[in-house]
T-cell receptor, first 113, second 114 residues
Framework: DQQVKQNSPSLSVQEGRISILNCDYTNSMFDYFLWYKKYPAEGPTFLISISSIKDKNEDGRFTVFLNKSAKHLSLHIVPSQPGDSAVYFCAASGQTGANNLFFGTGTRLTVIP | DGGITQSPKYLFRKEGQNVTLSCEQNLNHDAMYWYRQDPGQGLRLIYYSQIVNDFQKGDIAEGYSVSREKKESFPLTVTSAQKNPTAFYLC?????????????FGDGTRLSIL
């Protein structure tokens, strides 16, 4: 049973515009959410995270929004750059003590120059 | 440079053979993890370890084994009991101090069957 879902397998955006990647989760015990970026044949790179006590966290061009009532989070990238083209994974964890992460299936972002 | 090193990058296994994937970290992280990624899927947890000489099964531990004899090292053995071992394997580590610590990943090992 997939507890973290990314329903859009791909997204194309023009350079300079905003990219919005979405993620839904089902487990209300999740209290920490992360976004990772992955290039082919490489490991995921941590991008940004948010705790459940917040509804927004910003780091440069990247902002993550959390809507706990809807069990939904999103990653905004603005302005989008061609180097942002990658697969983006959403992940979540609960209070297991081991920071075990549950991953979505990823969204492939293509930024068109 | 601190980081996580996985080796080899590519590995081939014959039928009935056990193979071991290496994972070393110099980040002084307490916890280490092994994930498997299949095409079009997210990462699934195989095993994790919070402390030396202790490890726990993840969601898909069958056919795999691990050891944690040193804080820096968390090798994964894919045994002959794993009937579908072809996948991209990722090792990760994180701090355990406090909560909400991101996991940091190595660059993975791609395992294929001959």
């Amino acid at each position: 049973d997939q507890q973290v879902k990314q329903n859009s397998p791909s997204l194309s955006v023009q350079e300079g515009r905003i990219s919005i990647l979405n993620c839904d989760y089902t487990n209300s015990m999740f209290d920490y959410f992360l976004w990772y970026k992955k290039y082919p044949a490489e490991g995921p790179t941590f991008l940004i995270s948010i705790s459940s006590i917040k509804d927004k966290n910003e780091d440069g061009r990247f902002t993550v929004f959390l809507n706990k009532s809807a069990k939904h989070l999103s990653l905004h990238i603005v302005p989008s750059q061609p180097g942002d083209s990658a697969v983006y994974f959403c992940a979540a964890s609960g209070q297991t003590g081991a920071n075990n992460l549950f991953f979505g299936t990823g969204t492939r972002l293509t930024v068109i120059p | 440079d601190g980081g996580i090193t996985q080796s080899p990058k590519y590995l081939f296994r014959k039928e009935g053979q056990n193979v071991t994937l290496s994972c070393e970290q110099n980040l002084n992280h307490d916890a280490m993890y092994w994930y498997r990624q299949d095409p079009g899927q997210g990462l699934r947890l195989i095993y994790y370890s919070q402390i030396v000489n202790d490890f726990q099964k993840g969601d898909i531990a069958e056919g795999y084994s691990v050891s944690r004899e040193k804080k820096e090292s968390f090798p994964l053995t894919v045994t002959s009991a794993q009937k579908n071992p072809t996948a991209f394997y990722l090792c990760a580590s994180s701090r355990l101090l406090g909560s909400n610590q991101p996991q940091h990943f190595g660059d993975g090992t791609r395992l294929s069957i001959l």
